[in-house]
Nanobody, 122 residues
């Protein structure tokens, strides 16, 4: 399975941006898709995740109410709608996939795409 993230860019604080993650290959084994981000000088952190089975979602407290994760029915594409962006949202955003249960733990995801840069100016 390959994951390809896209949609990053430079925006101003308060703006919106939507990231996409396209999955290809043997996607039937991917039951959960998640978004993580890594800001300069910081460790990579969980942002949001969604399940393939029923579309259950989970968010980090820092983005709850501002970001929305969604998927197409087959979960070949996962989206991260980011509203009311803040300078502290600046990071490289990664999409990731795993089997079975939803998790916020980076170490449990075994599929990773290349990141896409999101920069938010104040």
């Amino acid at each position: 399975v390959q994951l390809q993230a896209s949609g990053g860019g430079l925006v101003q604080a308060g703006d919106s941006l939507t990231l996409s993650c396209a999955a290809s290959g043997r996607t039937f084994s991917v039951h959960v898709m998640g978004w993580f981000r890594q800001a300069p000088g910081k460790e990579r952190e969980f942002v949001a995740a969604i399940t393939k089975s029923d579309g259950s979602t989970y968010y980090a407290d820092s983005v709850k109410g501002r970001f929305t994760i969604s998927r197409d029915v087959a979960m070949n594409t996962v989206y991260l709608q980011m509203n009311s962006l803040k300078p502290e949202d600046r990071a490289v955003y990664y999409c990731a996939g795993k089997s079975w249960m939803l998790s916020t733990s980076e170490s449990e995801y075994d599929l990773w795409g290349r990141g896409t840069q999101v920069t938010v100016s104040s």
